[in-house]
């Protein structure tokens, strides 16, 4: 009898193009229903959204005992290293504080999965695949009790060509007030 696959990698290689072939799909799919690029981000988060609020009950059942996080700091790091590892099969590159808000924090991926095999057309100018992340994040957070906002982002690296993709995450005022009364 003969095996079609033949090592672990050939798994992932094999889900890693069903997973890009699937998502172009997606992303050409949404483009036909829009008409500008801030309405194909949105959609694309939408998606995403759905996806992180399923992920984050698979989590917390299968890691967690159905237990969630409940500090704002245990649900950045449980993106940022547990969703993010199922999801791409690594610890995301970056977790940081914004410097100029209390609210704001970024998770950076110097490149991130959804943008590594889309070509976006010069006329598209910024258009940026990480909306689906940005959503999944929002779907993880909004779930667990974390209203917030979250934004993809392209970050230039210099010297450089492919910018880093930041997804920037400002927290609601009430998790914020939830966060001081329990710290």
Same mark, same amino acid.
């Given at each position: 009898?003969?095996?079609?696959?033949?090592?672990?990698?050939?798994?992932?290689? #094999?889900?890693?193009?069903?997973? *890009?072939?699937?998502?172009?799909?997606?992303?050409?799919?949404?483009? =036909?229903?829009?008409?500008?690029? *801030?309405?194909?981000? +949105?959609?694309?988060?939408?998606?995403?959204? *759905?996806?992180?609020?399923? !992920?984050?009950?698979?989590?917390? @059942? +299968?890691? &967690?005992?159905? #237990?969630?996080? =409940?500090?704002?700091?245990?649900?950045?790091?449980?993106? @940022?290293?547990?969703?993010?590892?199922?999801?791409?099969?690594?610890?995301?590159?970056?977790?940081? &504080?914004?410097?100029? @808000?209390?609210?704001?924090?970024?998770?950076?991926? &110097?490149?991130?999965?959804?943008?590594?095999?889309?070509? !976006? %057309? &010069?006329?598209?100018?910024?258009?940026?695949?990480?909306?689906?992340?940005?959503?999944? !994040? #929002?779907?993880?957070?909004?779930?667990?009790?974390?209203?917030?906002?979250?934004?993809? @982002?392209?970050?230039?690296?210099?010297?450089?060509?492919? %910018? #880093?993709? =930041?997804?920037?995450?400002?927290?609601?005022?009430?998790?914020? +007030?939830?966060?001081? +009364?329990?710290?």
């Amino acid at each position: 009898m003969q095996t079609f696959l033949t090592s672990p990698s050939a798994v992932a290689d #094999r889900s890693l193009s069903a997973f *890009a072939f699937l998502f172009s799909e997606v992303v050409q799919y949404n483009q =036909t229903q829009v008409d500008n690029i *801030a309405d194909l981000e +949105r959609r694309l988060e939408d998606a995403g959204y *759905a996806v992180g609020a399923r !992920v984050l009950e698979l989590l917390c @059942h +299968r890691e &967690k005992g159905n #237990r969630r996080e =409940t500090r704002l700091l245990g649900i950045l790091s449980f993106i @940022h290293s547990t969703v993010w590892k199922v999801l791409f099969g690594k610890v995301a590159d970056s977790l940081e &504080k914004g410097t100029e @808000h209390e609210d704001e924090y970024m998770i950076s991926e &110097k490149e991130l999965l959804v943008n590594r095999f889309i070509s !976006v %057309p &010069k006329d598209m100018g910024a258009f940026n695949c990480g909306a689906f992340v940005a959503g999944i !994040v #929002r779907g993880v957070l909004d779930n667990a009790g974390f209203p917030a906002v979250v934004t993809a @982002h392209f970050v230039p690296i210099e010297g450089q060509q492919r %910018p #880093r993709t =930041t997804i920037l995450i400002k927290f609601a005022e009430e998790v914020l +007030r939830r966060e001081s +009364r329990l710290g």
